[in-house]
């Protein structure tokens, strides 16, 4: 066995949905590293600024819009045709629904949670059934992204009335994501399709100015590690899962949070 060998992605095409992202640009760059054929799929991969931010990264630029089966259908067919297959999907991108009064339970109108819902659980749904038809030709890995508010709660009382409190919906849905991982893995396995879920716990955003004002402190606290995530600390995880050494793996979910969720 050659071990050094193991991680190697050289020959394989992923695509990273959200890849223009805090976590996804990252997993772009990790997977590049390991030699894959890199596909930035994002709703602002057509926008010029983030296109340009980012073009040194992947090896190509598609649109999609997660919340639509089309765009993903085409976004898939697009990359097919440049490159005859596709191994890899991470599904990293994410919408959601729920902020400012909406945020709290109470004042949460069922259309937007179900829109919120639609923005985790529903867009794992179209990523991962999208893709069948071409993975099926020579197997391949899916990785989806869950939360550690899919695992636990949050503690409503660290968020008081600020932007960054999470709404019902986002940890249902991502509970939901690690569920349908689960399923996905069961149905897809004859094909060779192995289906895995990353959960992150807090990887706060810098460029995020709420996430700088004190409350990263506060969710530091909260982790075994006594901090938060860096971007780039996602990656292993990610590389794991696209890679040959995690050939046996399927359904699985890999947590990567500091160990917010173990206490
Ligand atoms: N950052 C964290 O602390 C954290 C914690 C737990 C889970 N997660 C999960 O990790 C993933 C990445 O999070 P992030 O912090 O990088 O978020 P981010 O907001 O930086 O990235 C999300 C990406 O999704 C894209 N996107 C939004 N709507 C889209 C649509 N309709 N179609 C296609 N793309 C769309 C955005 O353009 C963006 O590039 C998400 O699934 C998120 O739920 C993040």
């Known amino acids: 066995m050659d071990y050094k060998k193991l991680f190697d992605l050289t020959g394989k095409v992923c695509i990273v949905t959200g890849g223009t992202g805090y976590l996804g640009s990252e997993n772009v760059k990790a997977l590049k590293d390991f030699g894959a054929t890199v596909v930035i799929a994002d709703i602002r991969a057509s926008e010029e600024r983030w296109a340009n931010a980012v073009q040194a990264e ?39 629904a729920g902020f400012g009064i909406e945020s709290q339970l109470e004042h949460m109108e069922d259309t937007t949670f179900m829109k919120g819902i639609d923005g985790s659980l529903g867009s794992a749904f179209r990523c991962v059934h999208e893709v069948i038809p071409y993975m099926k030709k020579t197997g391949g890995s899916i990785i989806t992204y869950g939360s550690m508010y899919g695992v636990v709660s949050p503690d409503l009382r ?27 893995a069961g149905a897809l396995a004859p094909y060779g399709i192995r289906v895995n879920c990353v959960i992150p716990g807090p990887f706060p955003n810098p460029k995020s100015k709420a996430d700088n004002d004190g409350f990263n402190e506060i969710l530091a606290n909260k982790t075994m590690l006594g901090r938060t995530g860096v971007n780039h600390e996602m990656a292993g995880a990610v590389l794991l899962l696209a890679s040959d050494a995690s050939s ?15 206490w």
């Open 58 to 96: 992947g090896d190509m630029f598609v649109p999609i819009d997660i919340a639509d089966a089309e765009s993903v259908r085409n976004c898939y067919k697009t990359v097919f045709e440049k490159y005859g297959r596709i191994d890899v999907v991470v599904d990293t991108a994410v919408f959601g």
């Open 158 to 184: 660290i968020y008081g009335d600020s932007d960054q409190r999470q709404p019902a919906n986002y940890g249902a849905g991502k509970a939901g994501v690690q569920q349908f991982t689960r399923y996905a």
């Open 248 to 262: 046996f793996m399927t359904g699985s979910s890999i947590t990567v949070d500091g160990g917010w969720t173990a």
